[in-house]
Every structure is written in C-alpha cells, then in structure tokens.
C-alpha cells in the first residue's frame, strides 16, 4: 500500500507530526499554517476575527483593577546603602530619590481607603550638570527594585503629526524592555534624558509653532499624570488600522533629567533680587558661589522655559552637586563597577594582573577636571590611556602589566586628547 503524502510538500506521513485527509488528497500541519498565514494576510479574514497582539496582557492591562505591586519594597536607608555601593557622593539626592521611589511603591500598594484618601503619584525631576550621575542613579534604583526600565531621549520628540517621534514611544521602548508583558510595564520606570531641550525657547509668542519645545511639554502632561495610552506593539507612527496595546500610566514611574546648563544665572539673579539693603551683603557671602544649583526652585524651572503645568507633574526636584575633586578619585575606584576595575576585568580575563601606580589616578582626575567632562571625562582619558596596552599586551606572554605616570602622560599626549578641553 502506496504511503500518503502531503499533497503541497511532498513529505511523507513519516516525516510529518499530522497528515489532515481531504477529498482528493492530503495536506501536513506545516502547510496548513502557513496557508493559513497566506490568507489571513491577504485581507480576506474579517477585522474582527484577526489575531491581537498579545491578547491577555492587553486584557490584563485593560482590565486588572488592582495595581501591579512589589512584594519586597526595600526601606528608604536600604534603598541609599544599595546606591552607596555604585553611586560616590551626591547623598541629598540620593536620600531624596530613595524616599520618592520608596513612597511610589508603597502607593501601588496602597488598600482601598473608606475615607477616599489616595496617595498620588510623585515623578522626579533631576538637575545637574553632565557627568554628575542622573542616569547611573536611575538605572541603579531599577537595577535594585527590578522592574522594567528604559531611558529616552526628549530631544527626539516632537508634537504630534510633525516629523519626529511622538512622546508615546517611550512606552513602546518600555514594553519592548518587559518582554511585552503589560502588567509589569505598568510598573515600570522611565529615564528622560535631556528634559532641559525640550524647554519653551522664548516667553513671547511665536507666528511658528514650538514643535519640539512646549509642544511636547504640552504632550507629555497626560503621559505624565496618567492615562491609559494606545501603543504601537511595534512602535513608530499610529495608523488606523493598527492594533493597538492599551498601557495605563497611571503607576509608572517618570524621572526626568537635564543639565540646564545656564540656569545658575537664573537663580542667581532670583536670589539677588529678594535680598534688599546691607543684610544682602551679608547674604551675599554665606552662599556658595561655586555651586548655585543647590538652592534650585521649581520657579527658576518655571524662568528656564518648563510649562507649570508640566513642573507641577514633577514635584519632586532634586539637584546634583558638581563634582569635586575628591568626589571624581572615589569615583575612579571604589564603586563595585568603577572604571579602574573594569579594566582589571578585562585584563584578568586574558590572565593578566592590570595595576595603577597611585600618582596615575591623580593625574586621570586633574584632567577629568581641566575638560570639565564630569565622571565621563574620567573613562574618555582612562580609554585613551590604556588603548595601547589593551591592543598589545594580550598577544604577549606576560603575566602582570603596570601603567606609571610616565606612560599615562605620554599616552594622553600621543592620543591629542586636548581638544575635548577646548569642546
């Protein structure tokens, strides 16, 4: 007796899992779906009885009244002393974001209360010059807590239906991160970077529209507050007949970042303008000229370009001290991933001990200071140091190397590092 056959591949009911009979022949599991594929995409199944993407997440974002919570919120100090270990310095902020963050996961928590109190969301805003640590602080907490987290950049956005990208793209980026999974996005955290560009160019009205400033300020207050957002499961521009997952934001956390390079003047001219008569001489000499930041108000946000609407979803404001000099040699080698010691890793894994003489790291800072990089500056000039050694010591048979002053500073003159003094 002849073997039944697929009638579309040919294989035989050997080389298949399921042989489905019909009238006048035989068709496999394999080419029954990818008919199935065949027809479904070619428009002929009604709009209803297609497949939505991620049906149960999409319900259980739709539908899950009880907040998505942690089972183990860690206390506000334990929060500090994980980020003692990555972060050097900047303790007020820390403190700040380890009771902001700690309070946002104890809210989602929250029971339903008889008297209708609700504890509402707190976002974050953080100031503070480049290299100073706003990113690392952010992605160590969502390291710490694991949740879903994603970092965007604000420049990119602008308002809807102008080329660019709409603000509703950080949730694509942040469901993409948790694997589609809706319930846990929803109880994510995400890092917007470069807040300050996005900030109103000019207090007078403009005959064009401010597309990529208060425009998107005015897109992301909802984003902001929370809603429940139509998201492209794959990102990029909405149209009609796109199916959409549905993401509420009402329990993701929101901490936004910029330098705001230049809004020392601002305050300062704010804290000159309130101090009147021989007291504000007096006045005058207790402040700390050399970081101005620390005495950073919502309403000097408010003077840089930010819309009130936007700085009242950002309540809580944190500032960033510049970095000192003591701040950036911490910073070189003591945290658990610090730069020295990631270069030890490298070498370590070619069985090589890597070594610094200690004159090496005061070198390293003084010029991280003089390009006034902040801590990015330090892994530039480390990098230009060692990319030599790391291109031939590996292919040597040594079993330890040492980097001495004397080849650091030849190495950073070789790699014409001076130019990024003059950036």
């Known amino acids: 007796m002849a073997k039944k056959t697929c009638n579309f591949c040919g294989r035989s009911e050997d080389e ?12 496999c599991e394999e080419c029954a779906a990818q008919a199935y ?39 506000p100090t334990e929060i500090k002393e994980y980020l003692d270990q990555y972060v050097i310095g900047q303790d007020e902020a820390k403190r700040v974001l380890a009771v902001s963050v700690y309070n946002h ?19 974050i805003i953080m100031v503070g010059s480049t290299g100073t640590g706003k990113t690392l602080l952010a992605r160590t907490i969502a390291k710490l807590l694991d949740v879903p987290f994603t970092i965007v950049d604000a420049t990119v956005f602008t308002e809807a239906g102008y080329v660019g990208e709409d603000v509703e793209s950080i949730l694509s980026r942040l469901l993409q991160v948790a694997d589609y999974d809706v319930a846990a996005a929803e109880r994510g955290i995400v890092f917007i970077d470069e807040m300050d560009k996005v900030a109103r160019k ?33 990102g990029g521009r909405k149209h009609p007949e796109q199916d959409f997952v549905h993401v509420n934001t009402k329990n993701i956390l929101f901490i936004c970042g910029g330098a705001f390079d230049g809004i020392e003047r601002r305050i300062a001219q704010r804290l000159n303008t309130h101090v009147v008569g021989y007291n504000s001489v007096q006045n005058n000499k207790k402040l700390d000229k050399d970081n101005m930041i620390q005495y950073i108000l919502p309403q000097d946000l408010k003077s840089f370009g930010l819309i009130p609407e936007i700085i009242g979803r950002l309540p809580v404001l944190v500032y960033l001290n510049p970095l000192r000099r ?39 800072v003084d010029k991280a200071l003089e390009y006034k990089l902040g801590a990015r500056g330090l892994r530039s000039i480390v990098e230009s140091i060692m990319i030599d050694a790391m291109f031939e010591i590996p292919s040597k048979n040594v079993t330890s190397y040492t980097v001495t002053l004397d080849y650091a500073k030849a190495q950073l003159d070789k790699a014409n590092l001076q130019k990024l003094a003059s950036a």
């Open 326 to 364: 003591d701040a950036l040699r911490r910073i070189l080698v003591e945290p658990k991933n610090s730069i020295i010691r990631q270069y030890m890793k490298m070498f370590d894994m070619d069985g090589i001990k890597l070594e610094f003489d200690n004159d090496v790291y005061d070198f390293i």
């Open 105 to 123: 996961y104890k809210r989602l928590q929250q029971p339903v209360d008889e008297n209708g109190v609700e504890i509402e969301k707190s976002n």
């Open 202 to 234: 000019n207090d007078s009205p403009s005959i064009t529209r401010d597309v990529s400033g208060e425009g998107v300020q005015q897109s992301m207050l909802k984003l902001l507050e929370g809603t429940i957002v139509n998201v492209p499961p794959k």
């Open 37 to 75: 594929e065949v027809v479904r995409n070619s428009g002929l199944v009604p709009q209803e009885q297609k497949q939505q993407p991620q049906p149960t997440n999409t319900q259980q974002g739709q539908n899950n009244n009880e907040a998505p919570a942690l089972k183990n919120v860690p206390k």
């Open 16 to 27: 298949v899992k399921l042989l489905i009979s019909g009238v006048h022949g035989y068709i």
